[in-house]
């Protein structure tokens, strides 16, 4: 919303001063006494009572240069995937006694949350393995890969899927995207928010234990309170 006022105010800004500008030259060109001096310094002081307050509430640089993002989502490169899906699969690996794949993991949870959540969203509005990625890293340049991303109605939301053993590294991980997360809403004035659905564990030893997400639960209740993070939990 602030940034559509930016946007209104600066293409006010520069018509009313066209607008200004057409006039006087108008006004030499032709030898017509259109303003007086009277009338032009009326006109500066009441732009000068409009303009000034703006200024100072938006900033002139906000105003002069139309915002351009420095920290957008975009679609992660296939080699940047396979290497997540390959630290996935070790711990999957060591666990897992089923025959499914992680793919083939993520799919049913992916269509235990659907139906759990009673979500008017489908499978293909869940767009996979998206990054938020940041022009100017001032701290590091990790990118995680979040495992979902959807928009709709201005709603955006990210999604991570978890169905192996949460362990220290999982929680650095998570604070790292929670911090992308953080700093993409401060740039783009956005509340795009990370839903961490857990898979419970179940008798393939595919999930999270009970453990697990209670910790996790405690640990990111900062994040949870201020909604920059919920927790689902799913059975598949």
């Given at each position: 919303?602030?940034?559509?006022?930016?946007?209104?105010?600066?293409?006010?800004?520069?018509?009313?001063?066209?607008?200004?500008?057409?006039?006087?030259?108008?006004?030499?060109?032709?030898?017509?006494?259109?303003?007086?001096?009277?009338?032009?310094?009326?006109?500066?002081?009441?732009?000068?009572?409009?303009?000034?307050?703006?200024?100072?509430?938006?900033?002139?640089?906000?105003?002069?240069?139309?915002?351009?993002?420095?920290?957008?989502?975009?679609?992660?490169?296939?080699?940047?995937?396979?290497?997540?899906?390959?630290?996935?699969?070790?711990?999957?690996?060591?666990?897992?006694?089923?025959?499914?794949?992680?793919?083939?993991v993520?799919?049913?949870?992916?269509?235990?949350?659907?139906?759990?959540?009673?979500?008017?969203?489908?499978?293909?509005?869940?767009?996979?393995?998206?990054?938020?990625?940041?022009?100017?890293?001032?701290?590091?340049?990790?990118?995680?890969?979040?495992?979902?991303?959807?928009?709709?109605?201005?709603?955006?939301?990210?999604?991570?899927?978890?169905?192996?053993?949460?362990?220290?590294?999982?929680?650095?991980?998570?604070?790292v995207?929670?911090?992308?997360?953080?700093?993409?809403?401060?740039?783009?004035?956005?509340?795009?928010?990370?839903?961490?659905?857990?898979?419970?564990?179940?008798?393939?030893?595919?999930?999270?234990?009970?453990?697990?997400?209670?910790?996790?639960?405690?640990?990111?209740?900062?994040?949870?309170?201020s909604?920059?993070?919920?927790?689902?939990?799913?059975?598949?």
């Amino acid at each position: 919303m602030k940034n559509n006022l930016k946007i209104v105010y600066g293409v006010f800004y520069v018509i009313f001063w066209l607008g200004i500008c057409f006039l006087l030259v108008l006004q030499v060109l032709n030898s017509v006494p259109l303003f007086n001096q009277e009338s032009i310094f009326l006109i500066l002081i009441i732009s000068a009572l409009i303009l000034i307050p703006m200024f100072d509430k938006f900033k002139i640089k906000d105003v002069v240069e139309i915002q351009k993002s420095s920290i957008r989502i975009t679609e992660a490169s296939e080699k940047e995937s396979d290497e997540n899906d390959k630290e996935e699969m070790n711990e999957f690996t060591s666990q897992n006694v089923s025959k499914l794949t992680p793919a083939e993991v993520r799919e049913k949870i992916l269509a235990s949350y659907i139906k759990q959540e009673k979500t008017v969203l489908r499978e293909n509005d869940f767009h996979k393995n998206r990054q938020i990625i940041s022009l100017n890293n001032t701290i590091n340049t990790i990118n995680p890969i979040f495992t979902w991303y959807t928009s709709e109605n201005h709603t955006e939301k990210l999604y991570e899927a978890k169905f192996t053993v949460i362990n220290s590294a999982y929680y650095n991980k998570l604070y790292v995207m929670l911090s992308k997360i953080r700093e993409y809403n401060a740039e783009n004035n956005s509340v795009l928010s990370l839903v961490l659905i857990l898979c419970e564990e179940n008798d393939n030893k595919i999930g999270v234990s009970n453990e697990n997400i209670d910790d996790i639960s405690e640990i990111f209740k900062p994040a949870i309170q201020s909604k920059l993070l919920e927790i689902k939990t799913v059975k598949i």
